[in-house]
């Protein structure tokens, strides 16, 4: 699996994700602990939509490879 991960377009996106008042991934209302997951691309006619859209603590942990396990065998 890559740990490279493609943010939802814009038109996918429901109000409150492309207001940065939702998880991007889940839905979630955001509180405290919002991590921006990157810009979302999107286009309405000549329009440009891209938006910075936030990711809750919970999902913006699954992508990122950067901790080593504690322990393993
Ligand atoms: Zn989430």
């Known amino acids: ?4 991960i493609e943010l939802p377009p ?3 996106l429901s109000s409150g994700q492309f207001r940065g008042l939702n998880c991007v991934w889940c839905g979630v209302k955001l509180t405290t602990g919002a991590v921006s997951a990157g810009i979302a691309r999107g286009r309405s006619g000549a329009h440009i939509l891209d ?5 809750c ?12 396990p504690g322990d393993h065998q």
């Open 1 to 4: 699996m890559s740990a490279r």
């Open 10 to 12: 814009v038109e996918q």
């Open 51 to 55: 938006t910075e859209v936030w990711s």
């Open 57 to 68: 603590p919970n999902c913006v942990s699954v992508p990122v490879p950067d901790r080593e």
